[in-house]
């Protein structure tokens, strides 16, 4: 990637992140055209390939901001070091809810790049996912407090359930509409206070 990207004003950057989270958001890698990302972020498709020397670099660059944002935006609300399991839920929420309003589809582009399948971006991708799984988002979970739980709760199970829960929801609301940040805050608060009631003591 050209490092003339990011001399660019921060208003600059983040209008051609945004053109690309939109574009490659709405089709599968291979059909989505690098002209419509320069045409909404209102700049020529040589300029575009200025900052990013073709297309797949500019696609993982896309996928490497949405770690990096989120992490960003996680440390923030410091949920990292919440002992417990549903406050850390509950500042989650509120930071992904953050990074929506700052970036409007960079939820579908991830769910979309997490199950694309092209050889040119997938290996990349999955390589990056497993990377950051093992950094501070899954050591967090060491610092949750057992005591909190129902006696006799399998709580790997319980992780499990909840991140599958999550992670099918967000695909649904992908396959239908396109994603809300007031409609997903509104949801998932209600399915936090149903896992309360389910697991807590």
Known sequence: MNDKFFSLPKERQ???LNAGYHVFSQNSYKKSPVSEIAAAAGISKSLLFY???NKQELY???WENC???TVRSMNAYDCYSQTSLFEMLERGMKAKMDLMREYPDMGNFAIKAFYEEDPAVAPAIHKSYKAFQNTDAKDALKNLDPSQFKDGLDLKMMYREMYLAA???LWEMLR???LDSKSIEQDFGSMIQFWKHLYLK
Request: proline share 6%.
């Open 14 to 16: 983040q209008a051609i």
């Open 51 to 53: 900052y990013f020397r």
């Open 60 to 62: 993982l660059f896309l």
């Open 67 to 69: 770690i990096h944002a």
């Open 167 to 169: 992670e099918g929801y």
């Open 176 to 178: 239908h509409t396109p």
